[in-house]
């Protein structure tokens, strides 16, 4: 229901400010499409690893920017 009513759609650029462990990050990822992008950030750095995770194992490859790379794609 957040999400429909948010309506990302396809080529989107997405903040998930406070996005936590990425519940709603790995969900808003396939909405946006390979031309979209969803940041992702948090300020506790223990969520930021639990997102790194949750992202690379569920969220289509190069569709998440986030804090910790040098290139910021997870």
Known sequence: ???ARL???LGDLVWDVGAGS???TVRLSPR???EGRVIAQDIMPEYLEKLR???R???PPGRVLGPSTR???W
């Open 1 to 3: 229901l957040v999400l």
């Open 7 to 9: 309506g990302p759609g």
């Open 22 to 24: 990425g519940y709603y």
């Open 32 to 34: 946006v499409g390979a």
């Open 53 to 55: 995770e949750r992202v």
């Open 57 to 59: 194992a569920a969220a």
């Open 71 to 73: 290139s910021g794609v």
